[in-house]
């Protein structure tokens, strides 16, 4: 039931994600948290947490922040199926067109102690055991902006102030997969000749092309922009916090064929 949103938006026959299945669960296992980077119609970043067999998803504009006082927009969207939380790759058009990169994962911890009944009030408060993101935060309900009522999909996500919080801006310290250590243009780069040639000789057709032709065009704008950002900030803080080893040397993916 749960999922029927997310089945509705997309055509598996023609999107890389999973549809998405039954999930047992495993007694005593611990919650999945994992944030995609998506570079769609615009860039966003989608936190999901696992919770009752499906991820819980919201995607925020500007990427999550670890200074307690900068609430970030997040809009709560469709459930996600629990298998989504391991996916990268080039979505080639359709519902979210565009590459997704794994941009952190690990586990979540409730704060709250029941957990559907803070959903419902608005109020979560959790713990983030991640590659990145670590520690205590909160997802607050807010009534919207511009709109007079909200539609109850706007949220803030907030750091609380501990050991994790602080000024660095993470999504720019360490912006690249913790699942392949590539960026957009890497996971574009190592795809694409896949997608292109299934598509070309296959069920998208013209649109599909037009489609990629402008995704290409997208992630070479953002990277182009991110280098002449990474080029301004050479002699300030990327030089003093060089990038952990582990993203300077993009990890071979294992192709799937
Ligand atoms: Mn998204």
């Known amino acids: 039931m749960a999922l029927d949103e997310y089945r509705a938006k997309r055509d598996f026959t023609r999107s ?28 966003h970043y989608d ?6 067999g499906v991820l819980l998803s919201w995607a925020v504009p500007k990427g999550p922040s670890l200074d307690p006082s900068v609430k970030r927009l997040a809009m709560h969207v469709e ?17 979210g067109a565009g590459v997704v990169l794994l941009w952190d994962r690990g586990t979540w911890v409730p704060e709250s102690d029941d957990v559907p009944a803070a959903l419902k009030k608005g109020d979560l408060k959790f713990r983030l055991d991640g590659f ?30 501990d050991d994790w919080s602080g000024e660095i801006d993470i999504t720019e310290f360490a912006p690249d997969s913790v699942k392949s250590g590539g960026s957009f243009g890497d996971v574009l780069t ?28 997208k992630v070479e704008r953002f990277e182009r922009e991110r280098a002449k950002r990474e080029k301004g900030t050479a002699s300030g803080a ?4 060089p990038r952990p080893a582990a993203q300077k040397t993009p990890a071979k993916r294992s192709r799937k064929r």
Request: glycine share 14%; charged share 30%; aromatic share 8%.
């Open 238 to 241: 990327r030089a003093t916090a």
């Open 132 to 161: 990145k993101l670590k520690g205590s935060w909160a997802l607050v309900r807010t009534r919207g902006y511009g709109g007079s009522r909200g539609d109850g999909r706007s949220w803030l996500l907030i750091k609380h102030r």
């Open 79 to 95: 459930d996600h199926p629990v298998e989504y939380g391991e996916f990268e790759g080039v979505i080639p058009d359709g519902y």
């Open 190 to 217: 190592e795809e694409l000749p896949d997608v292109w040639t299934s598509n070309r000789e296959g069920r998208g057709g013209g649109d599909t092309m037009a489609s990629l032709t402008e995704i290409v065009k």
């Open 16 to 43: 890389p994600e999973p549809k998405g299945g039954r999930v047992a669960r495993r007694k005593g296992a611990s919650l999945f948290f994992c944030v995609q980077k998506h570079l769609a119609s615009s860039l």
């Open 47 to 52: 936190l999901r947490l696992e919770w009752d």
